[in-house]
């Protein structure tokens, strides 16, 4: 069974930073990509960044690039999104997908196999 679990969303200000998590299990993780999007309120599920498992190549929108990292760790199936220099439109229910045989270019909500169930972050201003 497949289970993706995120964590570390809270309340941060404006221009600090978050590092959320999200715990990968059941994946045949060489063949999969994760990818985080973002839900902001009243607006559709969006892209955020996305990383291959296998090579630990990276794509990330163009309002990640430059303030935001997604990562891996192999050893704790785990996947991170650093998020500096936020802002408050930056808030949104943070969600962790994955996709099988998927570039990592070419991660949207619609590939997506299987989700977490979200973490929020709220930036105030």
């Known amino acids: 069974q497949v289970q993706l679990v995120e964590s570390g969303g809270g309340l941060v200000q404006a221009g600090g930073s978050l590092r959320l998590s999200c715990a990968s299990s059941?994946?045949?993780?060489?063949?999969?990509?994760l990818g985080w999007f973002r839900q902001g309120p009243g607006k559709e599920r969006a892209f955020v960044a996305a990383?291959?498992?296998?090579?630990?190549?990276?794509y990330y929108s163009d309002s990640a690039k430059g303030r935001f990292t997604t990562s891996r760790d192999t050893a704790k199936n785990t996947v991170f999104l650093q998020m500096n220099r936020l802002k408050p439109e930056d808030t949104a229910v943070y969600y962790c997908?994955?996709?099988?045989?998927?570039?990592?270019?070419?991660?949207?909500?619609?590939?997506?196999?299987?989700w977490g169930k979200g973490t929020l972050v709220t930036v105030s201003s």
């Open positions: 997908a994955a996709a099988r045989w998927t570039p990592p270019q070419r991660m949207v909500v619609a590939n997506m196999r299987y």
């Open positions: 059941g994946l045949t993780f060489t063949t999969y990509t």
């Open positions: 990383i291959r498992w296998g090579d630990g190549s990276t």
